[in-house]
């Protein structure tokens, strides 16, 4: 059974991509730390509770998960959080945090499966990019760097798995409508138009995966037609 190993599975986009894919008849291991958000009754959906934070775990983590479900092809790395203000108001520990969620864990994890997908001459990992890896903004630094981070990483990590079978593709939301906004000052105006739906995001990543072998797609950028915002009180 073609399984997927899909990190943030418990909300937004990354459970929209998990209910896709289990719709579709794969098998999804999901990562998050809170799983009673997203319960699933169809079988076939390992839940992980795992602190994305705490890089020190990660590698023992997918070896175990690797040994339970070696038929693993296909990676969405996707959790992550918002923090959007200005850069001095960060301190050093709030810096460390965000970095190592929104873009080191994401190379760690891709790290720890990378040499399983190259042994089986097959793989896809995608790797959840934002508007924000294509232009800063200001409040925007910590988020902008990550996105960035992960933009230069995906290109990367593309070259060199080149003729191994591994695609690496980055896609790049604008604002899509999900619970990354309810700690946040602001979010997407109610408009059908003005955000980006999960299952919209999930219908793509499920079609680039059974995209034929010979052919790669790096990057997607999505938008709504509309960008209105807004603000909470
Ligand atoms: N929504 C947007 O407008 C938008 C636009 C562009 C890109 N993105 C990106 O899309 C990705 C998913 O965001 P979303 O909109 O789906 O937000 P969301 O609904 O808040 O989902 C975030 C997911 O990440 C997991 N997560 C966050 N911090 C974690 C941690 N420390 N350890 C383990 N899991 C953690 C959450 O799980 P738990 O809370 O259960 O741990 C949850 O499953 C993020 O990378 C975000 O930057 C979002």
Same mark, same amino acid.
């Given at each position: 059974?073609?399984?997927?190993?899909?990190?943030?599975?418990?909300?937004?986009?990354?459970?929209? +991509?998990?209910?896709? /894919? =289990?719709? !579709?008849?794969?098998?999804?291991?999901?990562?998050?730390?809170?799983?009673?958000? @997203?319960?699933?009754?169809?079988?076939?959906?390992?839940?992980?509770? +795992?602190?994305?934070?705490?890089?020190? *775990? =990660?590698?023992?983590?997918?070896?175990?998960?690797?040994?339970?479900?070696?038929?693993?092809?296909?990676?969405?790395?996707?959790?992550?959080?918002?923090?959007?203000?200005? =850069?001095? !108001?960060?301190?050093?520990?709030?810096?460390?945090?965000?970095?190592?969620?929104?873009?080191?864990?994401?190379?760690?994890?891709?790290?720890?499966?990378?040499?399983?997908?190259?042994?089986?001459?097959?793989?896809?990992? /995608?790797?959840? #990019?934002?508007?924000?890896? =294509?232009?800063?903004?200001?409040?925007?630094?910590?988020?902008?760097?990550?996105?960035? #981070?992960?933009?230069? @990483?995906?290109?990367?990590?593309?070259?060199?798995?080149?003729?191994?079978?591994?695609? +690496?593709?980055?896609?790049?939301?604008?604002?899509?409508?999900?619970? @990354?906004?309810?700690?946040?000052?602001?979010?997407?105006?109610?408009?059908?138009?003005?955000?980006?739906?999960?299952?919209?995001?999930?219908?793509?990543?499920?079609?680039?995966?059974?995209?034929?072998?010979?052919?790669?797609?790096?990057?997607?950028?999505? /938008?709504?037609?509309? *960008?209105?915002?807004?603000?909470? *009180?």
């Amino acid at each position: 059974m073609k399984t997927a190993l899909i990190s943030g599975s418990s909300s937004g986009i990354g459970r929209a +991509v998990a209910e896709y /894919f =289990l719709r !579709n008849g794969m098998r999804v291991v999901g990562l998050a730390r809170d799983h009673n958000k @997203f319960i699933w009754k169809g079988g076939d959906y390992i839940p992980i509770n +795992v602190e994305l934070s705490d890089s020190s *775990k =990660l590698t023992d983590l997918v070896k175990e998960v690797l040994k339970n479900h070696p038929s693993i092809s296909t990676f969405v790395s996707n959790a992550g959080y918002g923090d959007f203000k200005s =850069l001095e !108001n960060f301190s050093v520990s709030q810096i460390e945090r965000f970095i190592n969620v929104n873009l080191l864990s994401h190379i760690i994890l891709s790290r720890a499966l990378i040499t399983h997908m190259k042994s089986k001459g097959e793989g896809n990992i /995608f790797l959840m #990019g934002s508007e924000a890896s =294509l232009t800063g903004k200001k409040k925007a630094t910590l988020y902008s760097a990550a996105k960035f #981070g992960l933009r230069g @990483f995906a290109q990367s990590l593309k070259e060199e798995a080149g003729g191994s079978g591994v695609r +690496v593709c980055l896609i790049n939301p604008g604002m899509v409508r999900t619970p @990354f906004f309810d700690k946040l000052t602001f979010e997407p105006a109610e408009a059908f138009n003005n955000a980006i739906e999960p299952e919209d995001i999930a219908k793509i990543i499920f079609d680039l995966q059974s995209v034929r072998l010979g052919t790669i797609v790096e990057e997607i950028n999505l /938008f709504p037609s509309k *960008k209105s915002i807004n603000f909470k *009180k």
